[in-house]
Each structure stands twice: as structure tokens, then as C-alpha cells.
């Protein structure tokens, strides 16, 4: 909830977040995978050490109670089993702008 009102308070209704969330698979990694920039075009992975933990596997309406102002713009869930999201603050919902 927290990151999501700093985002709002920081954002408006054109910005767009994009949230990926382990929603088939009942396990995810325990850390996700960091990329780090290496020279123009160029990025290095991070791969996780393998240890998983249990995935939240959360519905969109669950998902959107973390966060409070912002509606699903879009979804679809990917070939590897994750959900992908585009969220919007929404102008109408009680938004953390205020």
C-alpha cells in the first residue's frame, strides 16, 4: 500500500504501472531478478539463488485492495504464467492524491 501512495502522490491520470504477479504458478522466486545497466543497450542479470517461496497468486480484485486509487487499465496473463497489469490512478476511486 505504502509504494502505491508514494506513486500517486507523485503521478496523474496519464501514468501507467506495470506489475507483474506469479498468478498460475503456485511458487515464485524468494528474490526477484535484478538487472543492472551495462553500457548503452546492455543489461546484466542477476539470477536469484533458486530458493522459492509461496506465489500470492492474488485476483485482480484482491490485488487492487494494495492498492487504494489505482483500477486495472489492462491484464493479460502470459504464457509463463504470470499476470501482467497496466494500473491507472483512478480519477473517480478515493485516490492517495487526494
Known amino acids: 500500500v505504502a509504494l502505491m501512495n508514494a506513486l500517486g502522490h507523485r503521478s496523474n491520470t496519464r501514468v501507467l504501472v506495470h506489475a507483474m504477479i506469479y498468478y498460475s504458478s503456485p511458487g515464485m522466486p524468494a528474490r526477484p531478478t535484478c538487472w543492472d545497466p551495462d553500457g ?17 497468486r492474488y485476483a485482480p480484485k484482491s490485488l487492487l485492495k494494495f492498492m487504494p486509487g489505482w483500477k486495472v487499465e489492462q491484464a493479460m496473463l502470459l504464457g509463463n504464467g504470470m499476470q501482467e497489469y497496466l494500473l491507472r490512478l483512478d480519477p473517480g476511486a478515493t485516490s492517495p492524491t487526494g
Not at 548503452?40 to 500470492?56: T, V
Open 40 to 56: 548503452p543497450g546492455h543489461l546484466l542479470m542477476e539470477s536469484h539463488s533458486g530458493q522459492e517461496r509461496p506465489a500470492p
